[in-house]
């Protein structure tokens, strides 16, 4: 059945969908709602909330190597990929205004150098 329905989807977001699925398929709540790309949404704004909280703890930008636990890789990755898709122009503008909200200076990071003493 799931392969069926992932058959269907791809017609449909071809535009090649039979008629006749479409209208009995419509009468299905979220059947054309892809759950990868809703489940990444999801996950995004989970991390963005933990580094908020990360950040909130008084703690620097997090790492992405060399780090002191698996959450400060965690997060330290996700930042990264973040700016580095902001470099190629390719975030989204609502997600840029989303960290910019939540955590001011996400662009710039860390400085370089050694890690501030405690």
Do not use: C
Not at 65 to 86: A, C, D, F, K, P
Request: aromatic share 8%.
């Amino acid at each position: 059945m799931a392969l069926w329905l992932s058959e269907r989807r791809r017609e449909a977001a071809d535009g090649t969908l039979d008629p006749a699925y479409g209208s009995g398929l419509a009468r299905v709540p979220g059947w054309a709602d892809k759950r990868r790309e809703s489940e990444d949404e999801a996950r995004w704004h989970h991390r963005l909330a933990q580094l908020a909280a990360y950040r909130t703890e008084g703690n620097d930008w997090p790492r992405h190597g060399n780090t002191e636990s698996e959450r400060e890789h965690t997060l330290g990755v996700w930042i990264h990929m973040q700016r580095y898709t902001r470099r190629r122009g390719e975030l989204d503008p609502v997600k840029v205004k989303l960290l910019d909200d939540a955590v001011p200076g996400w662009q710039a990071g860390r400085t370089r150098g050694r890690r501030p003493r405690r």
